[in-house]
């Protein structure tokens, strides 16, 4: 048994090794659904945003939805495109890394919101 000095050590930090990676691809698992899920709100309300009072002011209010929330909406951007009845607001970028500097190969997110925009009739904006 005098070979065996040691293994408990050597499996233990195995094992811990398997749980810390285990725990940090969890983790960029969380940041990246985080991130996707801040894209879809930031192009919806930003859509909502442009229907009313047009494409710049929505993606705006996209923009300043990103940068309420800090480091998740950092690396995403919106944008617009407008028809002349439906204006949509693109959300693009990637999520933040857990261990910055190590590419996981993570797919892109994009998340875009259309809704009509609003027409009044001449009627309407005279009174």
């Known amino acids: 048994m005098a070979g065996e000095r040691g293994d408990a050590l050597i499996s233990g930090l195995l094992t811990l090794t398997l749980v810390l990676l285990t725990v940090a691809l969890a983790m960029q698992a969380l940041a990246y659904a985080h ?3 801040i894209a879809q709100a930031a192009a ?3 859509a909502e945003t442009a229907a009313a009072e047009g ?3 929505g993606v705006a209010r996209a ?3 990103l940068t309420a929330t800090g480091g998740a909406g950092a690396q995403l951007h919106p944008s617009a495109h407008a028809s ?3 204006v949509t607001i693109v959300v693009s970028g990637s999520a933040p890394h ?4 190590v590419d996981l190969m993570l797919p892109g997110i994009t998340a875009h ?3 009509p925009t609003e027409r009044y ?3 309407e904006t005279r009174r």
């Open 35 to 37: 991130a996707r899920n």
């Open 121 to 123: 009739s001449q009627d």
């Open 84 to 86: 002349t009845s439906v």
């Open 44 to 46: 919806q309300d930003g």
């Open 113 to 115: 919101a259309s809704v």
């Open 98 to 101: 857990v261990f910055p500097g």
């Open 55 to 57: 494409s710049g002011a």
């Open 63 to 65: 923009q300043a939805l």
